[in-house]
């Protein structure tokens, strides 16, 4: 028996002159968390958001805040976005040269710990540090920016990420994250997945917010 489906946008693709609002009519059309896109301008070249904007929704919301850190030296944020309100904190394995070390960490600082990986990076890399993983996300476009396209070579990552964490009875969440879309979702679904982030098809939608989701949630339905 599958596990309920999670749906988690991603505010990267908001309107930020109406972030209440826009978090408000997602909320409201039925979503699970928020996802919040972390960019230094160095791991990634985009430049995004710091702990402040974390607790600002905090203040507007209830749902889980799911930070994705796409960062050189995520050690140093963990803590101030802890204290901000995150909920989850994802690393990549590409910035944390001690895995199992860092997700110890979030996991005492009172967050569920996620570990990532970008495309080029192999899913046994995740392997040392997966027992202590809440959270594995696996990127399908490489990290940076949303809108672009998903990258149909990662369905095969994800269903071996599916059957390394089911391997070790591992009851984490298994994310996907870039292009998740009407037609796309369906397919890391089946795969194993069972979170979902969007930032255009929820965002972007042209019939509003309520409607991306609905078109997400209705082909998340298709068997
Ligand atoms: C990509 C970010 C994603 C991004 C997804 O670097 O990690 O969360 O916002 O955007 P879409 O859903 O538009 O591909
Ligand atoms: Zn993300």
């Known amino acids: 028996m599958k596990r309920a489906a999670v749906l988690a946008p991603s505010i990267l693709s908001a309107d930020f002159t109406h972030l209440a609002e826009q978090v408000a009519a997602a909320e409201s059309a039925g979503i699970d968390w928020i996802h919040v896109d972390v960019m230094d301008?160095?791991?990634v070249p985009n430049l995004t958001m710091g702990p402040f904007i974390v607790e600002h929704l905090r203040r507007v919301t209830s749902l889980p805040l799911d930070v994705?850190?796409?960062v050189t030296n995520p050690e140093d944020l963990l803590e101030p976005f802890a204290h901000a309100g995150a909920s989850h904190l994802t690393v990549h394995?590409?910035?944390c040269p001690q895995a199992?070390?860092?997700l110890q960490r979030i996991r005492a600082l009172g967050c569920k710990a996620g570990l990532t990986l970008n495309p080029a990076t192999p899913a046994e890399a995740l392997r040392p540090a997966l027992p202590l993983a809440d959270l594995v996300l696996v990127m399908t476009v490489h990290p940076g920016y949303s809108g672009q396209a998903f990258?149909?070579?990662m369905v095969a990552k994800i269903a071996s990420v599916r059957?390394?964490?089911?391997g070790i009875g591992s009851g984490a969440w298994l994310e996907v994250d870039g292009g998740i879309s009407a037609l796309t979702i369906?397919?890391?679904r089946r795969a194993g997945a069972d979170a979902f982030?969007?930032?255009n098809a929820i965002f972007r939608h042209p019939d509003g917010i309520a409607a991306g989701i609905g078109t997400l949630r209705d082909a998340l339905s298709v068997p």
Not at 163 to 166: E, G, K, P, S, T
């Open 197 to 199: 982030v969007a930032a």
């Open 68 to 70: 994705h850190l796409m």
């Open 100 to 102: 199992a070390d860092t």
């Open 93 to 95: 394995v590409e910035t």
């Open 151 to 153: 990258m149909p070579e």
């Open 186 to 188: 369906a397919g890391t």
């Open 41 to 43: 301008g160095h791991f």
């Open 163 to 166: 059957a390394m964490l089911d």
